[in-house]
Nanobody, 121 residues
Framework: QVQLVESGGGLVQAGGSLRLSCSAS??????MGWFRQAPGKEREFVAR????????YYTDSLKGRFSISRDNTKNTVYLQMNTLKPEDTAVYYC????????????????WGQGTQVTVSS
């Protein structure tokens, strides 16, 4: 089993920044990813990173504003979010997989409880 705990969400004004953290415990994992879900919308892929941190992938619309990284000494993955917009408001979820999960939520075995990010205009 793998347990994931997100933190770092909150309320921020448009143009501001937040850094989300996701701490993992349990089995060794390979890919970690971030997804988000806004009210009334489907969960959408944000970014993913492999174990070594050498391979990252982002949804096109967020490239340049969001950055994913990981610190394996702390079993933690981060999502740095800059120049936030009201449309970034959502619950952000951390996900993990033992294999080669990609951009689809169903590819990930483990999920955190989510952290709310609210961007005011």
């Amino acid at each position: 089993q793998v347990q994931l705990v997100e933190s770092g969400g909150g309320l921020v004004q448009a143009g501001g920044s937040l850094r989300l953290s996701c701490s993992a415990s349990g089995r060794a994992i390979n890919v970690m990813g971030w997804f988000r879900q806004a009210p009334g919308k489907e969960r959408e892929f944000v970014a993913r990173i492999n174990w070594s941190g050498t391979s990252t992938y982002y949804t096109d619309s967020l490239k340049g504003r969001f950055s994913i990284s990981r610190d394996n000494t702390k079993n933690t993955v981060y999502l740095q979010m800059n120049t936030l917009k009201p449309e970034d408001t959502a619950v952000y979820y951390c996900a993990a997989d033992l294999g080669l999960a990609g951009v689809r939520a169903k590819e990930y075995l483990y999920w955190g409880q989510g952290t709310q990010v609210t961007v005011s205009s």
